[in-house]
Nanobody, 114 residues
Framework: QVQLVESGGGLVQPGGSLTLSCAAS???????MAWHREAPGKQREWVAT???????NYAASVRGRFTISRDNAANTVWLQMTSPKPEDTAVYYC?????????WGQGTQVTVSS
């Protein structure tokens, strides 16, 4: 299983933009990759998925504002966040999935505040 390391989190103003990165220790070819998030006092929730073939899906709460993308050659997945809202504040986690096997990164904090 690949190991995942997220980066790019920080403080962003509402209406700004931020891009999160997820670097894998090995190839992500053939893996579905996803972003999840966990806000204080709430359960971890799914944000977006990009399949091994590039098909994307988004949670209703972020559709139209967030974009997930991948570069298999670079073993990297990104989550571009545009027009973030205070309710997007959470720890964001990257996840890889292939068959019954999955891996999680350690998370990166995103805080949306003016």
């Amino acid at each position: 299983q690949v190991q995942l390391v997220e980066s790019g989190g920080g403080l962003v103003q509402p209406g700004g933009s931020l891009t999160l990165s997820c670097a894998a220790s090995g190839t992500i070819f053939g893996y579905a990759m996803a972003w999840h998030r966990e806000a204080p006092g709430k359960q971890r929730e799914w944000v977006a998925t990009i399949g091994s073939g590039g098909t994307t899906n988004y949670a209703a709460s972020v559709r139209g504002r967030f974009t997930i993308s991948r570069d298999n050659a670079a073993n990297t997945v990104w989550l571009q966040m545009t027009s973030p809202k205070p309710e997007d504040t959470a720890v964001y986690y990257c996840k890889s999935q292939r068959g019954a096997y999955s891996s999680w990164g350690q998370g990166t904090q995103v805080t949306v505040s003016s």
